[in-house]
């Protein structure tokens, strides 16, 4: 199909802008930032897993100094109860005097292992905390960047959503002055995953690669370069490079 010098110019701006209009298609479908975000939602996972590990820790050593706690309240009520019993010595023989006198060292003594199992239980606790601390730290920070790249991508998609809105007005002006045969088959290739149209640089179709007979192309070479043509592999519309 021939077409006259302006509606070439039109066609190679249409050509521009599909080809840009792919460009912003990709970007929006395939979001640079997807594997930075894909990447947070695995870390946050990872680090919501380690959380409750880590809380699982803390209320275990918890349960411990509560159970220290426990026994030597326990162990503090015998001795004071034995102490009374010791002072009032009430129908108690000398031999019952030494045995609550004993009674009360075990109960001290017992006391004093289980203040140093406490110790070393709230030890471990402060260490637990600080580890349960530094976790959710992290989860807060990987969970604020997951946000702000959320919003990042989200904004992008509005703004190339924009663009493809004004890239595809301004296809549809130039589609408007040329042929409509010329636009059907432009749209056909497209539909079919095509470019549309493609200059020619040499005997090769430049949409889909298929080689252009040696005849053909000699032929081409000797008509109008407005004159256009339909690739016998692809259906694009070609046309020959000024």
Request: aromatic share 2%; with cysteine; net charge negative.
């Amino acid at each position: 199909m021939l077409i006259t010098a302006e509606q070439r110019t039109e066609l190679e701006s249409l050509i521009e802008l599909a080809s840009h209009g792919r460009a912003l298609r990709h970007e929006h479908d395939n979001p640079a930032q997807a594997s930075a975000l894909k990447d947070l939602v695995s870390q946050h996972k990872e680090l919501e897993t380690k959380k409750t590990e880590a809380a699982e820790v803390v209320e275990k050593f918890r349960a411990e100094v509560a159970e220290h706690a426990a026994a030597i309240e326990a162990q503090n009520a015998q001795i004071a109860k034995k102490t009374v019993e010791l002072n009032d010595g009430t129908g108690l023989t000398s031999r019952d005097l030494v045995n609550l006198q004993n009674e009360i060292a075990g109960h001290e003594e017992r006391v004093s292992e289980l203040e140093e199992a406490e110790l070393g239980s709230m030890e471990e606790l402060e260490s637990a905390e600080t580890a349960l601390s530094d976790v959710e730290s992290s989860l807060a920070e990987v969970i604020a960047s997951g946000r702000a790249t959320q919003t990042a991508i989200k904004d992008r998609k509005a703004e190339l959503a924009a663009q493809l809105e004004a890239n595809s007005a301004s296809a549809q002006k130039l589609k408007a002055d040329l042929p409509e045969t010329l636009v059907r088959q432009f749209d056909r290739n497209v539909a079919a995953g095509g470019p549309g149209a493609a200059i020619l640089n040499g005997p090769n179709c430049q949409a889909c690669g298929q080689e252009i007979s040696g005849m053909a192309w000699k032929g081409m070479l000797l008509e109008d370069p407005n004159q256009t043509y339909e690739c016998e592999e692809c259906e694009a519309v070609l046309l020959r490079k000024g």
